[in-house]
């Protein structure tokens, strides 16, 4: 399979079959705090709503949905000018502590935070505002553990094995662990670098035999919450829409898991970094068969839009 592909130049290549265009944000159009929108990337999705297009935001930032508005209208991008809506893991994990929709008991309805918050972000507790839990004092009193954004001392770190002892330590509570981004990398940094996120947390916590349920792409539920935006805005067939990311794991695998064709942008994101380690071919020879796009692009747009 991996031999035989074509790389397209960017989504203005291949998006005029379709009506509506799903973006994540990481790695698409979005380079990290540091950076902002890539080059390009804020005309291009101009470019895709003058056309007709309903262009929609699916990310796995922990983040409210206004917090992440109120930073793209800081570099410049702009509901009903450049998207039509955002949906954020954050924002759907608000909504399942509220109705109390997640897949184990919670019977104290305390959680444990598995790390202290990270400085840069806005605190995890705000996702439990509106709702029956609290944070515990103690690890003992918790029905689960949160994943925040994973750091020490404040600062990013590359390999995901410098937060194995706390995993372990964790995983002596037996407790279960919630995991809103499922993201194992994200690009933050001036050049973006890929740095340890939550999904790289809960994969080790996974490995050491603990139990994790995640909120955010891949899983069906907030494709489902995109499919009926579109639906909302006159959409109603997920093959009349494309999934435009950057990890295959996630972007692809969730996509195609509610019929919604995909593709894959290789000089942008967590793709070009696996291609630069191993070269194209084998990064996408390691690709799982539903993970597999339905396209290729080099990048959103280019950089001369």
């Not at 380079?31 to 101009?46: N, R």
């Not at 515990?136 to 404040?154: C, M, Q, R, S, W």
């Not at 940094?189 to 916590?205: D, E, K, M, N, T």
Request: glycine share 8%.
């Amino acid at each position: 399979m991996a031999s035989n592909f074509s790389i397209f130049p960017n989504l203005a290549s291949i998006a005029s079959p379709f009506k509506g265009i799903l973006l994540d944000a990481y790695g698409v159009f979005w380079a990290g705090g540091t950076t902002g929108v890539y080059p390009g990337a804020k005309e291009a999705m101009e470019q895709l709503i003058s056309e007709g297009k309903i262009v929609g935001i699916l990310s796995n930032s922990t983040q409210r949905v206004e917090k992440e508005k109120a930073k793209f209208r800081f570099h410049g991008l702009f509901e009903g000018e450049h998207y039509h809506f955002l949906i954020t893991s954050g924002e759907v994990a608000t909504q399942m502590f509220r109705e109390e929709q997640l897949p184990f008991k919670t019977p104290h309805k305390k959680y444990w935070l598995h790390d202290r918050p990270h400085p840069n972000y806005s605190s995890p507790h705000l996702l439990f505002s509106e709702t029956a839990y609290s944070e515990a004092k103690k690890i003992e009193e918790a029905d689960f553990i949160y994943v925040t954004i994973p750091h020490l001392n404040g600062e990013d770190q590359i390999d995901p094995l410098v937060f194995q002892d706390t995993i372990l330590h964790l995983k002596r509570s037996g407790l279960p662990m919630v995991c809103a981004n499922p993201d194992r990398f994200a690009h933050e940094g001036a050049p973006p670098r890929p740095v340890v996120r939550q999904g790289s947390i809960a994969a080790l916590y996974e490995e050491a035999g603990g139990e994790v349920c995640y909120i955010g792409k891949p899983s069906p539920p907030v494709y489902r919450r995109a499919l009926a935006r579109f639906h909302e805005l006159g959409i109603g067939a997920a093959t009349d829409i494309l999934m435009v990311g950057d990890t295959p794991e996630t972007d692809s695998r969730g996509a195609h898991g509610v019929g919604m064709p995909c593709a894959l942008v290789t000089q942008t994101g967590i793709l070009s970094e696996r291609i630069k380690q191993s070269g194209i071919e084998k990064a996408i020879e390691q690709f799982e068969p539903d993970d597999y796009p339905n396209f290729f692009i080099e990048r959103l747009a280019n950089h001369d839009l």
